[in-house]
């Protein structure tokens, strides 16, 4: 969830198309979990519907190297075997 919202805000409907293998209520938990660790914040929009966008905070934002590093550890050890 964190790579994809490094891209920018997302509302609900994006990343439920990007992660198709997400149930709605894991992606919801999933964002949920992440709001309440600092990482990314919620903004809802008034009106019908209503809508949400989430976003990744300075701390979420931080965590771009080690994301990119994770991505290529991984990549690497892919190819290797």
């Known amino acids: 969830m964190l790579r994809e919202?490094?891209?920018?805000?997302?509302?609900?409907s994006e990343?439920?198309?990007r992660l198709p293998e997400l149930s709605a209520k894991v992606l919801s938990q999933r964002l949920r979990e992440l709001?309440?660790?600092g990482l990314v914040s919620v903004e809802r929009r008034r009106g019908f519907?209503?809508?949400?966008?989430y976003t990744l905070t300075?701390?979420?934002r931080a965590l771009r190297?080690?994301?990119?590093?994770?991505?290529?550890?991984?990549?690497?050890?892919?190819?290797?075997?």
């Not at 919202?5 to 609900?12: A, I, K, N, S, V």
């Not at 190297?65 to 075997?81: F, K």
Request: with cysteine; net charge positive.
């Open 35 to 37: 709001g309440e660790r």
């Open 15 to 17: 990343p439920r198309e």
């Open 5 to 12: 919202l490094m891209g920018g805000p997302l509302g609900f």
């Open 58 to 60: 300075g701390a979420g």
């Open 65 to 81: 190297p080690l994301l990119i590093e994770l991505c290529a550890t991984g990549g690497g050890a892919a190819r290797r075997d």
């Open 49 to 53: 519907p209503v809508r949400t966008s």
